[in-house]
């Protein structure tokens, strides 16, 4: 079994910068695919971020440039650094673990994943 838990949400301006952290439980963590995905009531869940266990990281469109993502396999850790934050970006955000079928490069975008945490809201002020 695997649990995910984030942490670092809150409010900002536009224009901030924010860290999100997932911190995951078990000992499969450094094998795992990983990934950010964010969801607005009435929209569909959107994946936006993605990092392979070997370090390889893909993003949507949408925040491409300006979002990071990164892990720290010793910590059981993987964050999200969200800098120059729009409006649009405000939503709730979770993490995710291990795509249900094999993927390979941006197809982990497209996945959908086994566990998943409770989330944490961003949100961004105009």
């Known amino acids: 079994q695997v649990e995910l838990g984030e942490s670092g949400g809150g409010s900002v301006q536009a224009g901030g910068s924010l860290r999100l952290a997932c911190a995951v439980s078990?000992?499969?963590?450094?094998?795992?695919?990983m990934a950010w995905a964010r969801h607005n009531p009435g929209k569909e869940r959107e994946v936006i971020a993605v990092?392979?266990?070997?370090?390889?990281?893909y993003y949507a469109d949408s925040v491409k440039g300006r979002f990071t993502v990164s892990r720290t396999n010793d910590k059981n850790t993987m964050y999200l650094q969200m800098n120059n934050l729009k409006p649009e970006d405000a939503a709730m955000y979770y993490c995710?673990?291990?795509?249900?079928?094999?993927?390979?490069?941006?197809?982990?975008?497209?996945?959908?994943?086994?566990?998943w945490g409770q989330g944490t809201q961003v949100t961004v002020s105009s």
């Open positions: 995710a673990a291990e795509p249900t079928e094999a993927v390979t490069g941006g197809e982990a975008l497209s996945a959908d994943y086994r566990y």
């Open positions: 078990g000992d499969r963590f450094s094998r795992n695919t």
């Open positions: 990092i392979y266990a070997g370090g390889s990281t």
